[in-house]
């Protein structure tokens, strides 16, 4: 073993926070040694999963026969329903509608019915084909746009906020719109698959490696299908090849199916599936048809709005009831509803059950809440971008009215007037606004268009209880940390953020501090990964572990050298003892000759929030992260084809624990954002089936489709206005939406063809396609005007 | 054909290592013999089906005697196919050690990894670059990415690592290449000129000895599935799990791989791939630069040939239309005899081409533009790259001296059940003056010649409206007009 050479005299640790560090795992990501779930070497005998997927969209399952599978090749065993030892239901909602294998009946296409044992995984994949299934079919719903969201079946209650009279004040309106649109979903397309592997124990033990985002979700539900307590199951996931959401809830039914088998056979047993298999079988972003009323004045001041969103929650509740909440949650985005009514529906479908993904029904909302502004804009013959200004929430600080959410939060922070004044200053808005007025009437068949749009974005989850998190922090002996909490790592940097919190509490630098894989056995009852809350949680909580031992190395320091406590001080690297100094590692091998405990538990909760969800009243959001994004494009009125000119953003997150990090975070997530509005479009075939079940026909941004002038800064002026972990802000959904601003920049140019007189009601994505087919509508629309 | 001497087992080089195999599977991909034989878990699964680019790995093989490493998809690439190869994968890059290489050091320092499980397989791909070129422009690296997918970095960061990657290290330094010369004397003594057949009755592949030989084999066996740069084929078994075996490799069958040009005609063997065909393509006929640098990604591009992309037929290929456009001609071949057809009667139906069994595509000829001629091809799909077409229009015009059109070839893909002419479309156009009210006029008759479907890529409705818009387009670059008729990423220089 190398002895360890801290650099005693050093003015700062490195890689403490507030600094610039590189991912943890940098450097064994790039050399392919950072192991995922599928690169674990298997326990010998390992046996491998093929899943039976339902050929029909809606059906009774009238006969299932097996028996050719079973007789394939390498099969040990196929499981149905009959062989999960618990309850047959993966619902994290608690609402018994998530079977792990259908029973009796399938709900949508690519419902998996059974799944294959066999030697090899390939053995099982071709095994799963040659199952003989009849079924009855029914009549399937496969889309929301047709139906009533009064009237259809939902699969959990909505939602209902209301603040002020919206009827009343859209019917006193000088001027009103009402019209509705259709926002498309979004498949996660995480690069490594959903993937669990299961190794048996002794009695009812069993530990699942499992990629998830929820290791105390996944163990609850894994222990809920074998029928045994959760203290039998652990899960642990060192990463994930990406999450985005997707594996919140979605994992579980792998786990579950792996455990089974392996509890059953007495033999490890590995789930991966196939990327047509996830992209078919597990849920998505939930794609929304969005119903609203506006009435404002001949200014463009808003005085009443009324929405409807509509959601396809596909054929489970899942997650889609907190998901339509966070709609509802940010239909205001950054603006004041003197009155507002808005409602969810989360619709029953025979589609994939959806699901959470980055911004959890927020960006939907916000989409609803840009559509709202430009519809006034067309009205009254304004940039958008004046009616935004004129709409926004009081700034923080002023003493307006203009502050209470349509949930009756009062904004307390709001900065995104300063945010939008600088990068409407940074990117030349107004200069470019005119140059693309020129050349847009000198250009016959390419158009451009500009759009600045801002983001205010809620922070907590809705749901109170998980709010909290947990730490568990070893001192050893050497002075060296290990260091363990419940949040998952899927590349958002959350392991490095939160090593760089107790580095600084401690004052060791960062590679004293070792980052390990998440597990409920050291950590319990931890909420997912989700809501951007990772390193808001449990960097908290890893904070208080290490201030306990923290204390406790003072408390012993102070007693041994007779020093009041006030007088020990933590450097980097050395403790300041009174007059001398001593290095860390010294100081921790004294206390622990000296039977000091230097281990710790963490605990934290968000201080401040409360939800009544039956009132629609309440503090819902510890505070804000703010943003702006401003995009221009160009677009071949021809063909509908169009590029990303040039984005500029402005993000806030607080004092950033890491801007390297937080940089990574805003353009991934303006890119992802971006994706789901313009190319990613997931299709349905009249039969139900969907027809974009892998990259060949689903399109995700490549590096030639982000913007060809991309300028991206944080605000280097703000803090969280909470006590927050070192004043940081969140960063992992917020920066999402500020990919609407390509979607109404696309629209900008898109109304140039009529002038700017005619609202495109440009709906997403928008492909080509969309795109060409709106300005087809506008032209013939101002052509009948002529 | 007794008189070919064959062999029973093939050999490569996987990293540093000779490998001999006589037991490996006609469909058994590269990837799964890395992960699953060899432990060798750097490279990922994303796909299986060579759009993500998770499974990039780098293939070396002599091409003209001269070593190329290029990037291919490891997840499509069959194992048989590696005859006489050098594989390269992500554990070989850092040579032992604690030193990164300096794509994977550019990699760290910019932050270009999030999650990490893409990476492997973007520093296989800016490896592959940068030894070619190691101060490339953007358009040159997000070329060479237009194959690997990132969900978590928005892509800059990667950029930003790819521009800086020669600040870490000198390409003439990387061991690769400082070993190119051994490597190469490795490779050369592989190639022994036999046929390789490994396998029992029909659970077998073969790699036949020259293109005679091949002749010979598939004469012998004509449901054997040929397999040229699986890039479609390696679908077929990793998507749908078909049996493709007899198989018959062809990829490194050095008589395939000519491309030569004769009295103004350029043929093209079976076996050249996009990439090999780029550079003479895309000077003498620059149109088709554009488009080859829109089929696939690089991967694809380095392992599917324009042979394949015509053999198989497909409604949506991307080279037929400019090809008929252009009047390409075919060779078949089947054992010693062979015949000439013109490319558009090559395509009979919906998955039914004029190829007798055991017959074979041994060459494309295309006919070089006139000077004077007009030639464009445009393809529109969902995403500007790595997409497959919605819809492709391919025109080819000679004008009168006194204006009117002379001659004119239109063919779309994606428009009917095979790669088709717009005839009506031509008639409405030949003898008329070619002006923007004869297009208009021709513009009306498309629905004579296309009833398109609606599918994941497109309505009917888009597809018959940008099939004719696509028309005015070329009509306006004919003009040489100076305004945008379209948008790019990449200006013309």
Redesign the interface.
């Known amino acids: 073993m190398t002895q360890h050479q801290p650099n005693l005299t050093a003015a700062k640790i490195t890689g403490g926070v507030h600094t610039e560090q590189?991912?943890d795992?940098?450097?064994?990501?790039?050399?392919?040694?950072?192991?995922?779930i599928?690169?674990m070497?298997e326990p010998a005998g390992t046996l491998h999963i093929g899943l039976g997927l339902s050929n029909v969209t809606h059906g009774t399952l009238k006969s299932v026969d097996l028996t050719a599978v079973r007789a394939a090749p390498g099969v040990v065993d196929v499981l149905t329903h009959a062989d999960v030892p618990g309850e047959n239901d993966v619902s994290p909602s608690g609402m018994h509608d998530d079977p792990v294998f259908a029973e009796g009946k399938v709900q949508f296409h690519g419902q998996p019915i059974f799944a294959v044992v066999a030697k090899t995984r390939?053995q099982a994949?071709?095994a799963a084909?040659l199952a003989k299934i009849e079924y009855e079919e029914l009549p399937a719903i496969i889309s929301i746009w047709d139906l009533d969201p009064e009237k259809d079946k939902q699969v959990t209650s909505p939602l209902t906020l209301n603040r002020g009279d919206a009827a009343a004040a859209i019917a006193a309106a000088p001027r009103k719109v009402k019209a509705r649109m259709k926002l498309g979903g979004q498949d996660?397309?995480?690069?490594?698959?959903q993937v669990s592997l299961a190794v048996p124990g002794e009695d009812d033990e069993v530990v699942v490696y499992c990629s998830t985002q929820g290791p105390s979700e996944t163990q609850h539900l894994v222990s809920h299908v074998l029928g045994v307590p959760s203290h039998a199951v652990t899960v642990e996931v060192r990463?994930?090849?990406?999450?985005?959401g997707g594996k919140e809830t979605q994992a579980n039914q792998c786990a579950a199916i792996a455990a089974i088998a392996a509890k059953k056979h007495k033999r490890a047993v590995k789930v991966r599936l196939?990327?047509?298999e996830d992209m078919t079988a597990t849920g998505k972003r939930h794609d929304f048809a969005i119903d609203y009323e506006v009435g404002f004045d001949d200014e463009g001041r808003i005085l009443g709005v009324d929405f409807m969103f509509a959601l396809n929650a596909g054929f489970s509740a899942d997650l889609s009831g907190p998901v339509g909440d966070r709609a509802l949650f940010h239909c205001d985005n950054a603006y004041f509803y003197p009155n507002v009514h808005a409602k969810s529906a989360p619709l029953y479908t025979n589609t994939v059950s959806n699901t959470a993904f980055r911004g959890f029904g927020g960006p939907q909302g916000m989409v609803g809440a840009e559509r709202v502004i430009e519809e006034v804009a067309f009205a009254v013959g304004k940039d958008p971008l004046e009616i935004r200004k004129l709409n926004f929430y009081d700034a923080m600080g002023t003493p307006g009215e203009r502050n209470l959410t349509p949930y009756h939060q009062k904004v307390e922070d709001n900065i995104i007037h300063r945010i939008v004044a600088e990068l409407e200053e940074s990117s030349s808005y107004q200069r470019r606004r005119r140059e693309i007025a020129a050349f847009n009437n000198?250009?016959?068949?390419?158009k451009r268009g500009l759009a600045l749009t801002p983001v205010k974005f809620g922070i907590s989850f809705t749901k109170t209880e998980s709010n909290q998190a947990g730490a568990l922090v070893h001192v050893y002996a050497d002075g060296s940390v290990h260091m363990n909490h419940g949040g998952t790592e899927?590349?958002?940097?959350l392991h490095l953020k939160v090593a760089q919190v107790v580095a600084e509490e401690f004052q060791i630098d960062l590679d004293r501090v070792k980052i390990t894989a998440t597990t409920t056995a050291k950590v319990p009852n931890t909420a997912p990964t989700a809501a951007s809350s990772g390193a808001d949680l449990n960097g908290m909580a890893a904070q208080n572990a290490a201030r306990q031992i923290r204390k406790r190395l003072t408390d012993f320091a102070a007693e041994k050298y007779q020093v009041p406590a006030d007088q020990i001080v933590f450097l980097p690297n050395r403790v300041r003892v009174g007059n001398q100094e001593i290095s860390f590692n010294d100081l921790v091998k004294q206390a622990y000759l000296n039977r000091i405990q230097l281990s710790a538990a963490g605990h934290y909760k968000t201080p401040k929030i409360h939800w009544d969800r039956s009132k629609g009243r309440g503090h819902a959001f510890y505070y804000y992260a703010y943003g702006a994004a401003c995009s221009e494009v160009?677009?071949?009125t021809?063909?509908?084809?169009?590029?990303i000119e040039r984005a500029d953003i402005l993000h806030d997150t607080g004092r950033s624990l890491n801007r390297?990090?937080d940089?990574?975070q805003v353009?991934?997530?303006?890119?992802?954002g971006t994706g789901w509005l313009t190319?990613e479009?997931l299709?349905w075939?009249g039969k139900g089936r969907l027809?974009?079940h892998?990259?060949?026909?689903y399109?995700?941004?490549?590096?030639?489709?982000?913007p060809?002038i991309?300028n991206?800064a944080l605000t280097d002026w703000s803090e969280a206005y909470e006590p927050t972990v070192h004043r940081s802000k969140a960063v992992g959904e917020p920066p999402l939406p500020l990919g609407i601003s390509v979607l109404q920049a696309l629209s900008d140019a898109v109304a140039s063809v009529a002038d700017h007189k005619i609202s495109p009601r440009l709906d997403a994505p928008a492909?080509?396609?969309r795109v060409?087919?709106a300005i087809?509508r506008l032209r013939a629309e101002a052509a009948q005007v002529k | 054909m007794a008189t070919v001497k064959t062999r029973n087992q093939i050999r490569f080089i996987l990293n540093g290592e000779d490998v001999q195999l006589s037991d490996v599977a006609p469909a058994e991909t590269l990837l799964?013999y890395l992960?699953l034989s060899r432990?060798l878990?750097?490279?990922?699964?994303?796909?299986?089906?060579g759009?993500?680019g998770?499974c990039t790995v780098l293939v070396g093989r002599l091409a003209g005697g001269k070593l190329v490493y290029e990037s291919v998809n490891a997840c499509i690439r069959f194992v048989g196919s590696l005859d006489g190869c050098h594989v390269v994968?992500?554990?070989h890059?850092?040579g032992g050690g604690d030193k990164?290489h300096p794509?994977?050091?550019a990699?760290?320092?910019f932050?270009?990894?999030?999650?990490?499980?893409?990476?492997?397989g973007f520093?296989m791909s800016l490896y592959g670059l940068w030894m070619v070129s190691p101060e490339p422009s953007d358009a040159a690296?997000?070329?060479a990415?237009?194959g690997?997918?990132?969900?978590?970095?928005?892509?800059?960061?990667?950029?930003r690592a790819a521009r800086a990657i020669s600040d870490y290290g000198k390409v003439a330094k990387d061991p690769l290449l400082a070993e190119r010369k051994a490597i190469t004397a490795r490779l050369e003594a592989l190639r022994d000129g036999t046929r390789v057949e490994v396998g029992e009755g029909r659970d077998r592949f073969v790699i036949p000895a020259d293109v005679d030989d091949l002749a010979a084999v598939l004469e012998a066996e004509p449901t054997a599935t040929v397999v040229a740069g699986s890039t479609d084929v390696g679908l077929w078994v990793t998507?749908h799990?078909r049996d493709i075996a007899p198989a018959v490799f062809i990829a490194n069958i050095d008589g395939l791989h000519s491309l030569s040009e004769d009295k103004g005609v350029i043929s093209i063997g079976a076996g050249v791939t996009y990439t090999e065909a780029f550079e003479t393509l895309s000077k003498r006929i620059p149109a088709l630069g554009p488009l080859i640098d829109r089929i696939g990604g690089e991967q694809v591009r380095n392992m599917g040939t324009i042979g394949g992309n015509v053999a198989n037929g497909s409604p949506i290929g991307d080279t037929p239309p400019p090809l008929i456009a252009l009047g390409a001609t075919l060779t078949l071949r089947k054992g010693k005899a062979r015949r000439a057809i013109p490319l558009q009667d090559f395509f009979v139906a919906y998955g039914k081409q004029d190829r007798a069994p055991g017959e074979f595509v041994e060459a494309v000829h295309v006919p070089v533009p006139a000077k004077g001629d007009h030639f464009a091809v445009?393809k529109?799909?969902?995403?500007?790259?790595?997409?497959?077409t919605?819809a492709l229009g391919a025109f080819w015009l000679q004008l009168a001296k006194d204006g009117t059109v002379a001659d004119v070839r239109i063919a779309y893909g994606g428009m009917a059940a095979t790669p088709k002419r717009a005839s009506a479309v031509e008639k409405a156009l030949l003898g008329q003056p070619w002006s923007e009210a004869t297009v208009e006029a021709a513009m009306a008759r498309y629905a004579e010649d296309f009833t398109p479907l609606t599918?994941?890529?497109?309505?009917a409705?888009?597809r018959a409206?940008?099939a004719k818009?696509?028309l005015?387009?070329f009509y306006?670059e004919t003009t040489g007009t100076k305004?945008?008729?379209?948008?790019?990423?990449y200006e013309a220089a």
């Open positions: 590189r991912h795992s940098a450097h064994k990501h790039v050399s392919g040694d950072a192991v995922y599928d690169d070497p390939e994949r071709r084909r996660h397309f995480y690069l490594e698959g990463r994930m090849g990406g999450g985005f196939d990327r047509d000198n250009s016959r068949f390419v899927m590349g958002q940097g160009s677009v071949d021809l063909t509908g084809e169009y590029v390297a990090i940089i990574g353009e991934g997530g303006f890119v992802q190319t479009e299709w075939d027809r974009t892998a990259p060949s026909t399109k995700i941004p490549l590096a030639s489709d982000r060809k991309f991206v492909t080509p396609e060409l087919m087809e | 799964d992960r432990s878990r750097g490279t990922k699964e994303g796909c299986a089906e759009d993500c998770a994968t992500i554990e890059l850092a990164l794509v994977q050091q990699m760290v320092d932050h270009g990894s999030q999650c990490g499980f893409c990476t492997p520093v690296i997000e070329k990415l237009q690997n997918l990132c969900r978590c970095t928005g892509y800059e960061a990667i950029m998507k799990m445009y529109v799909t969902k995403r500007r790259d790595e997409d497959i919605a599918d994941m890529r497109a309505t409705e888009y409206l940008v818009n696509l005015l387009r306006m305004a945008p008729l379209t948008v790019s990423r």
